[in-house]
């Protein structure tokens, strides 16, 4: 059976060559191999296809048959390396804490340990009979959430 691990491998110096990184590679039971790979600037299908038979030949079909699918996360797909937190710097994202709280912001800062989300809200002031616009920054250390997704719009 081929693995995670000899994927990777032959994968890992070309995508790096290539400005991009990898996201996840999972090797099913049934030799289904799932590589998601993305960059900065996203990934195209061309690319997927071309990383397709980079992988393809270093495997002999007749030795092990497999099934291949080479794409990128799209929106909605949680984060799952610290190059797709810098990658939506900027961008909507919607955070899942370990405790079960959903907050909804937009991504400002990424460091080695986590990252910090600005959240846009009117409340009300005391003493005005308006709601006023007000922003709220939240910090989260990476091994306190459960999930992060990138938004379309908040």
Not at 65 to 83: A, C
Not at 109 to 119: L, P
């Amino acid at each position: 059976m081929i693995t995670k691990e000899q994927i990777v491998e032959r994968i890992d110096s070309k995508v790096k060559e290539d400005g991009a990184f990898i996201v996840e590679v999972n090797v099913r039971p049934n030799n289904k191999i799932e590589v998601l790979v993305d960059s900065e600037a996203g990934i195209s299908i061309s690319y997927c296809g071309e990383l397709s038979r980079f992988i393809e030949a270093a495997f002999d079909r007749e030795e092990e048959d497999f099934e291949l699918e080479v794409s990128s996360p799209g929106i909605g797909y949680p984060f799952k390396v610290k190059e797709q937190y810098y990658k939506n710097l900027t961008r909507p994202v919607e955070v899942l804490t370990s405790e079960g709280k959903v907050f909804k912001g937009i991504l400002k800062e990424v460091n080695e340990d986590g990252f910090a989300i600005e959240e846009e809200k009117k409340v009300k002031i005391e003493g005005k009979k308006k709601k006023e616009l007000k922003v709220f920054r939240y910090e989260f250390n990476f091994d306190a959430v459960k999930r992060v997704i990138e938004l379309l719009k908040l």
